[in-house]
């Protein structure tokens, strides 16, 4: 381990790191493992999409996590008879993607996969509401297939061993405009304790910001500076060449452009404070005005900068303004659709058919998911705290991993392990890492964010107010959505509903001006049932004040 190891590369004896996990019980006082209860999951009834209150990093998946964090040494483990040839912390997509490569690329053996959670996919989670008879669908995680950029040959190459022509099941299954041809439109909500007084207004983005406003309770000031934002081509750097321009927006947030340059009033700057939430899960404190000049954000139009990132952009806004990003496409579960396409994939038998559109209502046998005599094994709540080579680094041809599963610590061995585990935890694990490898692994950062899915008896009061869509940039969830409109014809049982009355609603939790790092989304409150997600994407009378 005191060698470079390249990102996504893993050999014999080697180690591999990727993106998240971790969890269980707490590191103390974990007692051997003889005469240990049956797993949660092998038990009648186990169904974690269909689990309510909080599902992202729910009680269980991280107290070991920080007690190893905090420095609580590992219990001693009660070594297990099984060996394996790859044993896979996490059993996310990077996870999950990882056991498909292995296996694809001819190697024979057998897999474990160990991951935190009680249910299998990272931050490509299912939920499942129960409501009148019938179940509706719902992402708990990302919401869409989405790169910054095109796919590579790699990626693309996994979605059409799996089915999945994005362009083409795009076409087939989405249904983007069908809240507009209802007459339902975006909207601005400004609550009372921020602004004023609570009131709605619609039309967001489809009028002028002018006529948008006409009402808000914002100054007329505020209402005047935004109007301009809007519509300006002013320079606002005159003076400067368009290198340096850039140069100088890399060093300030979208809060400073605003502030110091367009010189917009306080009110019209709380208005603005949002609006990266959807995409960072930041405030505009806290991403530079170069990102957002980037993605067509207003403002810039009078600068006149000619098209092309540079190497002062983050990569995420680098890759959409030069590409415009890869193709999209939205499930009813989000992309927990592709990690149940590999699941069953990886070990048949866990669901019934056999393409893209019918996985979605596919119900699942978690009890099939860690078979004994399975060449895949996928284990869930546990939470790996240690992993280590046996014997010398450098010569060793096997890796010892140690996890916590029911109060209970054991130990597996295998040929090869991939850490397709949250980054930052993978010092924790492997201390025998290089303190430079180790430093930079820690210095990786996630912005808090709480995203909920509602379950709605009706939708009467989005129709009402012929909205579909709010942004709120005072209240708690700045961002609440009806779910996407998706049609699976031919798949979809009766029971199972795939388009409203079901919402989203987010709210990032960073504090001002810390690093932004992760993707969001939005959501509502008339509601029945609620998930939260704690990670890294809308009712209507009170409009989500919280």
Partial sequence: MDRFIARRDFLQGTLYAAASTLSGPLLAGVAGAAGAPTPGQDLAGYYPPSLTGLRGSHPGSFEAAHALRDGAAPAAAVPEADSYDLVIVGAGLSGLSAAHFYRSAARPGRILILDNHDDFGGHAKRNEFALHGEVQLVNGGTLDIDSPRPYSAVATGLLRELGVDVPQLSRKVERRHYYEKLGMRRAAFFDAQTFGADKLVTGLGEVPMRTLLRDAPLTAQAREDLARLEDTHTDYLAGLTAAQKKAHLATISYLSFLREHVKLAPDALAYCQTLTHGEWGVGIDAVSALDL????????????????????????????????????????????????????????????????????????????????????????????????????????????????????????????????????????????????????????????????????????????LAVREVYAPGSYFSNLYLNPKVTLAGTVPAAIRTSPPSCAWNAPRASRGCPSTIRTRPGAPSCSRRRSQPSRRRSANSCCAP
Wanted: charged letters at 20%.
């Fill in 293 to 464: 000049w980037g993605y067509g954000f207003p403002g810039f139009k009078g600068l006149r900068l000619p098209r092309g990132a540079t190497p002062l952009m983050s990569p995420t806004a680098a890759g959409y303004h030069e590409t415009g990003g890869s193709a999209r496409l939205h499930f009813p579960d989000g992309n927990a659709t592709l990690a149940r396409l590999l699941v069953r994939r990886l070990i048949p038998g866990v669901a019934t058919g056999t393409t893209a559109e019918d996985v979605v209502t596919a119900r699942f046998d978690y009890a099939r998911l860690d078979r004994p005599d399975a060449p895949v094994r996928l284990r869930l709540n546990s939470t790996v705290v240690r992993v280590r080579h046996v014997g010398d680094p450098a010569s060793a041809r096997e890796v010892e991993v140690t996890y916590l599963r029911a109060g209970r610590a054991g130990s597996v061995r295998a040929r090869h392990c991939v850490l397709a585990c949250w980054n930052m935890m993978i010092p924790y694990l492997c201390p025998e890492l290089p303190a430079a490898q180790r430093t930079a692994l820690h210095s990786l950062v996630k912005a808090p964010l709480v995203y909920a899915n509602v379950g709605l008896r009706h939708w009467r009061s989005f129709k009402s």
